[in-house]
């Protein structure tokens, strides 16, 4: 169950203005909103602000148990294609951030598509409740653009002349194929190469220290994830944890989950286009912190 309470929390600027130097930019204002900005074809960045009287309604609204026991989350949806309204999307991700956290980068995994953010908590019972929701966002295009003209044409042989060139014959695979090996290469790279709360499929963030933390002057934070990624037929169906997803036109697929502690089972399936073969993968991960 998914419920969002942007549209009630919003408090009033203030009602004086500062009187003298301005030293530097306030840490908020007095707003509960959360913004998505482009930053290249795979990653985004999200910056938002709860503010007290919101925090103050979820904590009403909720229970200040399931508040204090729950995880502060940002829920990222692929809504490309999808007229959103907030449980309608192709597929949707979390990831787990502290209560003192205000931005992030998230890279997304997949191209060519359009998203939206959710901030908000997941109660220890499992429901997410939506602090606030942000703007619709499509990353800018990977690749060579489709439309083709007489003057930006490139000939298929300069091409190939080009890369012998290079001397991609010398190694045993047509240009083509290296060409789309390095891309492909590339591209898993950079989607997965940095995980965690560093920048990888969840994203890395800048975080900022809790007051009283930074008043000690020393402190440390955490977490991490699961990163499942994989292939089958490009036309056959396939399930996560019983949920639809969509593979990429190769049949290749990356998701990624919020690992707590405990013992966790993750079920993959591929079932056949017409429905005579399956196969079945299952992945059990344990997560202890001490």
């Keep these: 169950m998914t419920e969002n309470l942007s549209s009630r929390f919003k408090t009033e600027s203030s009602a004086s203005a500062a009187v003298g130097r301005i030293t530097g930019l306030p840490r908020g204002y ?5 913004i998505i900005l482009p930053r290249d074809p795979l990653w985004m960045y999200a910056y938002w602000e709860v503010a007290s009287q919101a925090y103050a ?25 999808v007229a ?6 192709n597929r949707f991700f979390d990831i787990a951030i502290g209560s003192d956290i205000d931005n992030w980068y998230i890279n997304v995994g997949e191209l ?14 499992g429901q997410f409740v939506s602090v606030a929701r942000s703007n619709v966002l499509g990353l800018p295009r990977q690749g060579v653009s489709p439309i083709t003209d007489e ?26 194929d290296l060409t789309k090996l390095m891309r492909e290469r590339w591209e898993e790279i950079v989607s997965l190469s940095l995980p965690s709360s560093f920048g990888g499929a969840s994203s890395g963030a ?17 977490d991490t994830e699961l990163i499942v990624y994989g292939a089958t037929e ?8 019983n949920q639809p997803v969509t593979l990429r036109p190769d049949g290749s697929f990356t998701l990624r989950f919020y690992l707590p502690d405990g013992q966790q089972e993750y079920l993959i399936e591929a079932v056949s286009k017409d ?10 991960v344990g997560r202890e912190t001490k």
């Design 151 to 176: 003057q930006w044409a490139i000939l298929q042989q300069e091409f190939d002349r080009l890369l012998r060139l290079s001397g991609v014959d010398k190694i045993g695979r047509s240009s083509f």
């Design 112 to 125: 060519n598509r359009v998203w939206c953010v959710d901030v908000g908590v997941i109660t220890p019972d």
């Design 57 to 81: 309604e979820l904590k009403k609204k909720i229970g200040e148990d399931k508040l204090s026991g729950g995880k502060w989350m940002l829920r990222v949806y692929d809504i490309t294609g």
């Design 275 to 284: 429905g005579d073969m399956k196969r079945q993968i299952t992945f059990v």
């Design 30 to 34: 007095g707003d509960t909103k959360i």
């Design 84 to 89: 959103f309204d907030g449980t309608n999307s």
């Design 206 to 222: 800048r975080p900022v220290a809790p007051e009283e933390a930074r008043a000690k002057g020393f402190w440390l934070k955490a």
């Design 234 to 241: 490009p036309d056959a169906r396939l399930t996560v944890q």
